[in-house]
């Protein structure tokens, strides 16, 4: 990010976002390109805690409200409104997928997952899971999308959860969901395990 400068999203372009969300739904910061204004001291740790110059943000609704006008361009985050765009900082991923439910079977079960900001998302063509392992531990990072180029980092609880739901598919151990297969590791580097 650019260096920063001292830039407070004003109360005009918030209170534009809000009305912009019609019956529980987002706001189209797809449609909004506003300039760009500088850098916000704000960051998502990876747990999706967010900080406000360096203090956790407490009011839930308040963080609710920023996830829903956060967009990603170019690898980077940014709270968007319809007139002005800062840059903000996130550590991994914006959200955390801290549940799912499963519904069928094989390669007809459906995984639902809900990040801890309220957001849902059926995994799928359109709402992949991936899974990235370090180079160095083979600890995985299991991740689905969630939004326009938005993912969740899918908590170790979750994950534990569905690995008991994995199959063996091509070569690959992995998941199901909505028709689509997604490889978590190859099922050669399972043996032994």
């Not at 372009?13 to 529980?24: E, F, H, P, W, Y």
């Not at 740790?45 to 900080?51: E, K, Q």
């Not at 361009?73 to 007139?83: I, M, R, S």
């Not at 800062?86 to 997952?113: C, H, K, R």
Request: proline share 7%.
């Amino acid at each position: 990010m650019s260096k920063q400068k001292d830039v407070s999203p004003s109360a005009e372009g918030i209170a534009a976002s809000v009305k912009a969300v019609k019956n529980g739904g987002l706001p189209p910061v797809h449609l909004w390109n506003p300039p760009f204004c500088g850098d916000l001291d704000m960051r998502i740790a990876r747990d999706g805690t967010w900080f406000y110059l360096g203090t956790p943000i407490g009011r839930f609704e308040l963080v609710k409200l920023f996830s829903s006008i956060l967009k990603r361009e170019d690898g980077k985050y940014f709270l968007v409104t319809p007139v002005e765009k800062v840059g903000i900082t996130v550590d991994d991923a914006p959200f955390v997928a801290v549940d799912f439910e499963s519904s069928g079977n094989g390669d007809q079960q459906v995984l639902t997952f809900e990040t801890h900001v309220g957001d849902r998302a059926v995994a799928g063509a359109d709402h992949p899971i991936r899974v990235v392992r370090d180079s160095e531990t083979g600890e995985p990072s299991p991740y689905v999308l969630i939004r326009a180029d938005l993912e969740a980092l899918i908590d170790r609880k979750s994950f534990y959860r569905l690995v008991d739901l994995g199959a063996h598919h091509e070569g690959w151990f992995g998941l199901w969901s909505s028709g689509e297969f997604f490889p978590v590791i190859p099922s050669a580097d399972l043996e032994g395990i």
